[in-house]
């Protein structure tokens, strides 16, 4: 076998081994008591407490969006303009 | 969809209703920290309405008044001002990626906290979030618009290839 491939390999598996320690670790969410409700949820509890002094925006989606998840936004973005570019890459011979 | 556009009627009624879905998308890109929507909603607002001219004016005139070398260059200009004000956040705050550093305190146009007694906020709230919907609004409505248009222009071309 290619060493890459093995190298490779056992970095995946390190990673993921990584990951679902990260996962085990992180704290509960949609845990119910035998009446059906919420026994905590800490993220979104927290989210629509802190976000107007934290953020100060009022609109709490736009708040996640672009100051909780600005990462998401970022990749958003960059699928966007991946999008444009190989739009634009593809036709660019047409134009002659 | 042709390409020397439609007919007269068309045309008239899109440049009727053209100013106000433009007006209604910046809205919606302005407001996005206060009212439903953001950048990428009122982008595609935006978009469309763009769209719209180019199915009523066709291809051809639309690439006449517009390049898409210039969408690019908005486009481009847009990513530039959303990942910028990601990394001021380093170097003008506490030296996190995507910290919010216009509502601590140090600059404090556009922080101020949005009023939680009575609900109803000013357009000067929460930090760098309006600059940041402005410029994701500016990267869809560049994108969204070059990729209609040349594509457009392309089934243009590829009609004139094959009629040859």
Redesign the interface.
Known sequence: MNWRVTAGGVFLIIVAAFLIYAALLSPTFGLKDSEGDYIERPMDQHIIDET????????G???V???YR??D??G??TV??T???G??II?RR??K | MSDAGMSKIVKTMTGVCFPFILIFGLYIIVHGHLTPGGGFQGGAVVASACAMILIAYGSIWTMKKIKEKHLSIFESLGALMFISLAFFGIFLADGIFFDNFLVKGAFSFFGLFANTATGVADINTAGVIPLMNIAVGLKVIAGLFAIVLVMAYATHKIKEVDDQ
């Open positions: 107007q002094t934290q953020t100060g925006a009022d609109n989606v736009t708040a969006v672009f100051d600005g990462f936004t970022l958003e973005a966007l303009f999008a444009v570019a739009v634009i036709f047409l134009k």
